[in-house]
């Protein structure tokens, strides 16, 4: 239901973007997120967009480098990750339909991505 793809080894400070499509009847009325997972963490939200692709939210720790936003006429969300560091290095997922309690109905498959100092 969703297919995530972006990912791959990069260099420090590059800016890469990850893509999310979505192949489910109500995604243009549904919400998205970016999750992430490191390697030995726990799965972390980076960025969460409503179906009308206003009033993004990030985690402190992408605030002002990372930016989700959404075509809804491509059944598309993306992350766009600038000035990448070592430490975002984790596996990328993408998740939409918000069902509460910080829960997500369809996830993708999730996409790695490796930064190398």
């Known amino acids: 239901q969703l297919q995530a793809c972006g990912g791959g080894l990069v260099q420090a400070g590059d800016s890469p973007r990850l893509s999310c499509a979505a192949s489910?009847?109500?995604?243009?009325?549904?919400?998205s997120a970016w999750f992430r997972q490191a390697p030995g963490k726990e799965r972390e939200l980076v960025a969460r967009?409503?179906?009308?692709?206003?009033?993004?939210s990030y985690s402190d720790s992408v605030k002002g480098r990372f930016t989700i936003s959404r075509d809804n006429a491509k059944n598309t969300v993306y992350l766009q990750m600038n000035s990448l560091r070592p430490d975002d290095t984790a596996v990328y997922y993408c998740?939409?339909?918000?069902?509460?309690?910080?829960?997500?109905?369809?996830w993708g498959q999730g996409t790695k991505v490796t930064v190398s100092s």
């Open positions: 967009i409503n179906w009308g692709g206003v009033d993004p």
């Open positions: 998740a939409a339909q918000y069902i509460g309690g910080g829960y997500y109905k369809y």
């Open positions: 489910f009847r109500n995604f243009r009325s549904s919400s």
